[in-house]
């Protein structure tokens, strides 16, 4: 087998908002499980698992802040990357639910992406591969 992402784990200010988002772009998508913790660290937090029966993204309350502008130079997180069957239905359901396009993705032949910031701050790609030869998918010369 080979290794694969099977979650990121991300603590949030607002969890809910960047949920309500995940779900909105990504209808398969579930809240595969939740709970709350009453010390984790000193303090309570609610997480939720959100994703399919395959992967997820682990979200939990009790951030501080906004997550850090992705324009910045921080080290840590920049953007998560999720595929999606079409960036058009993707970017319609987004906004139509009042979500704002923040930038295309660069031209390529066999890829179109694009970017939505989300009410955390949070940068999210959404990627769609317009042919299933890897090569193709993963060249970097265009």
Same mark, same amino acid.
């Given at each position: 087998m080979n290794g694969y992402v099977e979650h990121i784990n991300i603590q949030l200010k607002k969890p809910e908002q960047t949920i309500h988002?995940?779900?909105?772009?990504?209808?398969?998508?579930?809240?595969? +499980?939740? &709970?709350k913790l009453d010390d984790w660290f000193g303090k309570p937090i609610h997480w939720?698992?959100? /994703?399919?029966?395959?992967?997820?993204?682990?979200?939990?309350?009790? +951030?501080? &802040?906004?997550?850090?502008?992705?324009k910045g130079d921080q080290s840590g997180f920049k953007h998560l /990357?999720?595929?999606?069957?079409?960036?058009?239905?993707t970017v319609?359901?987004?906004?139509?639910?009042g979500y704002e396009?923040?930038?295309?993705g660069g031209v390529h032949p066999y890829r179109r992406s694009v970017y939505f910031i989300d009410d955390n701050n949070l940068e999210i790609e959404f990627i769609e591969y317009l042919t299933d030869d890897l090569a193709r998918r993963n060249d970097y010369s265009q």
């Open positions: 988002f995940l779900l909105t772009a990504l209808p398969e998508w579930t809240i595969r +499980g939740e &709970g939720y698992h959100i /994703g399919d029966q395959h992967s997820y993204i682990a979200i939990s309350s009790g +951030g501080v &802040g906004q997550v850090p502008d992705w /990357g999720i595929v999606v069957e079409s960036v058009d239905s319609a359901r987004l906004k139509n639910a396009l923040d930038h295309w």
